[in-house]
């Protein structure tokens, strides 16, 4: 998988929106990159609940992918908006997730 597109918001907390493309060509559209107590971070896509009005992730991965995910996009998010932005560690080729 690799990040198809970065798009910059910088609103509130939000700092940007990014897809996902499958070796295979399928599109998983919108991931946020956020700007958390902690630092930046990935949010999956999410659809508010009718029942109890809370936001349930769409998209599910295990942690060691979301953790990838998460270092891949945040270095390609500083990429596009010019910040300096460092992270410990990045996949094997710096922009692939392994799957």
């Not at 998988?1 to 970065?6: Q, V, Y």
């Not at 996902?20 to 609940?49: M, R, Y």
């Not at 769409?58 to 300096?84: T, W």
């Amino acid at each position: 998988m690799k990040i198809s597109r970065m798009n910059i918001w910088e609103n509130k907390n939000t700092r940007a929106f990014f897809d996902l493309e499958t070796k295979e060509g399928i599109i998983i559209k919108g991931f946020k990159i956020v700007d958390g107590k902690n630092g930046l971070f990935v949010s999956f896509p999410s659809k508010k609940s009718k029942k109890d009005g809370k936001f349930n992730d769409e998209v599910f991965m295990p942690r060691e992918l979301r953790d990838q995910l998460n270092e891949i996009a945040i270095k390609e998010y500083a990429v596009h908006s010019g910040k300096n932005i460092s992270e410990s560690s990045t996949a094997e080729d710096g922009n692939v997730i392994p799957f």
